[in-house]
Every structure is written in C-alpha cells, then in structure tokens.
C-alpha cells in the first residue's frame, strides 16, 4: 500500500503543476510465473524518476516531500517486507 500511496501522491503533484498530460493512471499487473510465486508489476503516467533519487528511493528516512509531509520510511518498510518476509516464503 505504501507504494500505491507515494504512486498517488506523486500523481497528484503533477497536477497541481500541471506536468502532466490526460487522466492520471495507476496499472496494476499480475503474473502466475509459477504455482507459488507471483510477479507484481506497477506503472503510472507521471513522469520518469531522475537517477539520483531512484538510487536512494529505499533508503531510510530518504524523501522527495516537503518536510512536515513525508517521512521518508514507507518504502523502505516496504522493501523489508518484501526481502526479508517473501523472498523465500
């Protein structure tokens, strides 16, 4: 969800500075790649993440937010969970 949230929060920036064009989208994919293991893919239309913040998008404490709006930990526990809860689940 922490994903999704940051998804909608930076969709909702480029509204507001209108850098984006059309209807703001989130596209969700599901893959069976075996009977147990599962592939999640998520896109969106806003624009591309610049190199040097996709570096440090897992980094804890790390955020692209003004100060009182982010903190900077949601998808660093997301990447905790995912690697340390479901690599070999």
Do not use: W
């Amino acid at each position: 969800m922490n994903i999704f949230a940051n998804a909608i929060d930076a969709l909702e920036e480029s509204i507001l500075k209108k850098k984006i064009n059309g209807t703001p989208q989130i596209c969700i994919r599901t893959e069976l790649r075996e009977s147990n293991l599962v592939n999640v893919s998520t896109s969106d239309n806003d624009m591309e993440i610049l190199n040097q913040v996709k570096q440090r998008l897992f980094n804890l404490f790390f955020t692209t937010k003004p100060l009182s709006k982010g903190t900077g930990m949601s998808l660093s526990i997301s990447y905790q969970i995912i690697s340390q809860k479901h690599r070999d689940s």
